[in-house]
């Protein structure tokens, strides 16, 4: 039996706080409902302190969704960690994520203290956020560059106090996907009482690591990833859930999957999308325009006689209705061919060598040809059509 990953999704959080895509309450309600029917695990709602509107989200939020654990940030003070408890108040299975900055940058720069410092402050936030919640999560932020030793240290201090689940941030991108699993690793050998907690991953996307970092920590033993719609968040964005997702589920041999229903990945991702006024990048891995369109010949070629050869997820797992055959200039005699079946048109081969020079003329032109232009191209050939 394969162990689950939970999804934690952070896309009303973390996504939400790139610059420009700020949603009122009804839309970020409207996005929490289709992340519950989509089957993540947690759903982090918002940072309730941060402003009235916020607040009022995290509220509304818990009153609706039926099945996720809905989830409120605060930092490591008593204040931020009662207004998040008062915002969850009406939620089914509520959780508390607070924490601090662990590594020497942070606590020098940030805070302006010392380890000791910092632990005790770690151990005091937990414990004041367990009196309102059974299931308190904490993060160490910037754990990606603090000291393993020192981390361990921090994370066996918040377990005594009453942590459920531990986040390991890579806040600022930093690690290579061996550094992070081995920081995983290190936790899991090294932390007393880490096998009654859950190891969760959260990674940001600076330099492209993102994804790679979040499936080498589950890897590694956590059991729980942070991510977004389309890898939206602060700055290059967060752990993509569409990807972290389907690659579990593409690599049986990890013994891994998550409670994700995949159908629906497109239209969230869409969703997403429109309500922020972020456009995926048609390249964007599962969810992007171009993720299951073909242009070059020898592709088309090989999809059109057996999808595979250039397909290793189907596109209807992730709701997508099928691949797409894009006609351009690259296009081979075997997609004109499909493409004009479609239409409802079976060309000999002599009736196909014809109209492909009419079509290789066309898309020099135009760059794509259009299913509106194949009727004109048999016009010029003078074949009959419907």
């Not at 459920?164 to 081995?182: A, F, H, K, R, W």
């Amino acid at each position: 039996m394969k162990d689950v990953v939970k999804i934690f999704d952070t896309t009303l959080r973390d996504g939400e706080q790139v610059p420009g895509c700020k949603l009122d309450t009804k839309n970020k309600l409207n996005l929490a409902i289709q992340l519950d029917n989509l089957g993540v695990d947690i759903l982090e709602a918002g940072f309730p302190i941060s402003s009235p509107g916020d607040f009022e989200s995290v509220i509304e939020i818990s009153k609706n969704v039926k099945n996720a654990s809905v989830c409120a940030l605060s930092r490591a003070n008593e204040k931020d960690i009662e207004v998040a408890a008062e915002s969850l108040r009406h939620a089914i299975k509520p959780r508390i994520h607070t924490g601090i900055g662990t590594s020497d940058i942070h606590i020098k720069y940030k805070f302006n203290s010392n380890k000791d410092a910092i632990i005790e402050l770690a151990k005091r936030s937990v414990s004041y956020a367990k009196k309102f919640v059974e299931d308190v999560e904490f993060y160490a932020e910037d754990a990606g560059r603090t000291d393993n030793i020192f981390l361990a240290k921090v994370c066996e201090e918040v377990i005594k106090s009453g942590a459920t689940v531990l986040n390991i941030p890579d806040t600022t991108g930093y690690c290579l996907p061996s550094e992070y699993g081995e920081k995983i690793k290190f936790l899991k050998e090294n932390v007393k009482g880490i096998n009654n907690v859950t190891i969760s991953c959260h990674c940001h996307n600076d330099l492209g690591l993102a994804t790679a970092n979040s499936i080498s920590g589950v890897i590694n033993g956590a059991r729980q990833i942070e991510c977004t719609i389309n890898g939206i968040g602060e700055r290059a964005g967060n752990t993509s859930l569409e990807e972290v997702v389907m690659i579990m589920r593409q690599h049986p041999n990890l013994n891994l999957d998550t409670n994700i229903n995949s159908k629906l990945l497109y239209s969230t991702s869409q969703q997403v999308s429109d309500l922020m006024g972020m456009p995926v990048q048609p390249n964007k891995a599962v969810v992007g325009s171009n993720a299951f369109a073909h242009s070059s010949g020898i592709h088309q070629d090989g999809v059109i006689k057996k999808r595979e050869t250039y397909e290793i997820i189907d596109p209807k797992d992730v709701g997508v209705d099928k691949s797409s055959i894009i006609l351009t200039a690259r296009s081979g005699r075997a997609a004109l061919a499909y493409k004009m079946k479609e239409i409802g048109v079976e060309l000999t081969k002599v009736q196909l060598d014809s109209v492909y020079q009419e079509f290789l003329t066309l898309a020099d032109i135009q760059k794509e040809v259009s299913e509106r232009d194949l009727p004109i191209l048999l016009d010029k050939q003078n074949i009959k059509h419907g």
